[in-house]
């Protein structure tokens, strides 16, 4: 089995910072693209930023760019997002994905059970 586990979610005024983590755990061969992706309350899932395997490739959502900011760490299957400057409307849940081939070579998609951020005004 595979999990994602998300952290570092909370409550912070507008123009405050928070950073996200998501460590992939259980049995995994390798982690592929990870990302991160949002819900607020009443829309659809949106798409907040990507990364390549090796980490040199990034992509994210047109109006987060310049404050959000993805990495991650294959040492210990963990993606990170820092975002900056945050606004009301970047309140939503955060979840995490991530593409994992198993032991057996089986690649799937796994998400994370969310992180609620808060930002208020």
């Known amino acids: 089995q595979v999990q994602l586990v998300e952290s570092g979610g909370g409550l912070v005024q507008a123009g405050g910072s928070l950073r996200l983590s998501c460590a992939a755990s259980g049995l995994i061969f390798s982690v592929k693209a990870m990302g991160w992706y949002r819900q607020a309350p009443g829309k659809q899932r949106e798409l907040v930023a990507v990364?390549?395997?090796?980490?040199?490739?990034?992509n994210y959502a047109d109006s987060l760019k310049g404050r959000f900011f993805i990495s991650r760490n294959n040492a210990k299957n963990t993606v990170y997002l820092q975002m900056n400057s945050l606004k009301p409307e970047d309140t939503a849940v955060y979840y995490c994905?991530?593409?994992?081939?198993?032991?057996?070579?089986?690649?799937?998609?796994?998400w994370g059970q969310g992180t609620q951020v808060t930002v208020s005004s």
């Open positions: 990364i390549s395997t090796g980490g040199g490739s990034t």
């Open positions: 994905n991530a593409v994992i081939t198993s032991p057996l070579q089986h690649e799937d998609d796994y």
